[in-house]
């Protein structure tokens, strides 16, 4: 059996007394570079002790302007929207070596670290609509492997073993303009320097609809599904087409979807739990419990069997009630994992 991983999709709810606008201030001024750093710091750690094999860093910006901002910046760009290496920069990734070096102390090894970056599509649709410009299009796809490239060459306490492209227009989007080789192609380019290196390349899907570009796409060797909010994704993906094109799944295996899943309590208790907060803890230990994810990887494993490298929550855990709940589900799909591992 292969060695199945737990890793985790980015976004964790920050700590109390923290706010997003304070955070968006930090990242823009990074004038408190020190309490910012903190609190991803934390934030990682806890992602650590929940057990997550192959943890991302906490993403704590927006998805999209992340990346745009420094696209959009003429001071950091060669031409138009042709970013200079040198800028391609992940923030977050300078702040968690102070982590992955105590990691590396206390256990004698290299963390490994997971890594995601928005894909082509999903920036250029952010900045373009449904205008086509293929040109601008493939200079996105070349930005997006400038910052993989130079993550993966300037990390030094830690290895990043899986870099992520976040796609999730693809499949939901009805603006998206480019033919499916424009998309595969965009994806190619946007991942290369990751499969040159060696690093496991997943795309983040949010509908399995059109998983098959990523089978197509040679340098993406994993599809991420969520899979444990929308268990009829798996119905779509056909168990010959990875086979075929040496493509693994990487599957939620807890829901993360927390508007539904505290919809179930506010029924079950005729209330509004975001407001009466005290039936929350159920999420964690009602809903998402460890048996529960246990069951769905034993279902998905009868499936796909050692098609299936990754597993996780669904997305990112952002939007989560607070980081407490957070590290519970982590832990509860630990505990999941491990005695799936034990029962084979």
């Not at 929207?81 to 290299?110: H, N, S």
């Not at 998905?300 to 009630?321: E, H, M, N, Q, T």
């Amino acid at each position: 059996m292969q060695e199945i991983i737990f890793d985790d999709i980015g976004s964790y709810p920050l700590p109390e007394g923290v706010s997003k606008e304070w955070v968006q201030n930090a990242f823009k001024t990074r004038a408190e570079d020190e309490k910012l750093f903190t609190v991803i710091n934390d934030a990682f750690q806890q992602k650590i002790d929940a057990g997550v094999e192959v943890p991302t860093y906490p993403q704590y910006q927006d998805m999209n302007e992340q990346f745009l901002k420094v696209i959009r910046d003429s001071e950091c760009t060669e031409s138009p929207f042709e970013v200079k290496l040198e800028c391609a920069r992940i923030e977050e990734l300078e702040a968690i070596e102070t982590v992955a070096k105590a990691y590396k102390e206390k256990f004698g090894e290299t963390l490994k670290v997971r890594i995601c970056v928005t894909g082509p599509t999903e920036l250029y649709l952010k900045e373009f609509g449904g205008t086509r410009y293929t040109d601008i299009y493939t200079i996105f796809a070349k930005n997006v492997n400038k910052f993989v490239r130079n993550s993966m060459k300037s990390s030094k306490h830690f290895k990043i073993a899986t870099v992520s492209i976040d796609e999730p227009s693809i499949g939901l989007n009805p603006e998206l303009a480019f033919d499916e080789n424009e998309i595969i192609s965009a994806l190619t380019e946007a991942s290369k320097a990751a499969s040159k290196r060696g690093a496991d390349v997943e795309i983040h899907l949010h509908s399995a609809l059109y998983y098959n570009f990523a089978c197509q796409t040679p340098t993406i060797n994993v599809i991420g599904i969520e899979s444990a909010g929308t268990p009829s994704y798996l119905e779509l993906i056909d168990k010959k087409v990875l086979e075929d094109t040496d493509s693994f799944l990487r599957l939620g295996v807890a829901r993360t979807d927390i508007y539904s899943l505290a919809g179930v309590l506010n029924e079950k208790y005729c209330t509004n739990v975001w407001k009466d907060q005290q039936y929350l803890p159920e999420l964690v230990t009602q809903l998402e419990t460890p048996a529960v994810i246990t069951k769905r990887l034993r279902l998905a494993y009868r499936r796909f069997g050692s098609l299936i490298k990754y597993v996780g929550p669904d997305c990112g855990l952002g939007s989560w009630p607070n980081q407490k709940i957070a590290f519970i589900l982590l832990s509860n799909v630990a505990q999941g994992i491990k005695d799936f591992r034990e029962s084979c």
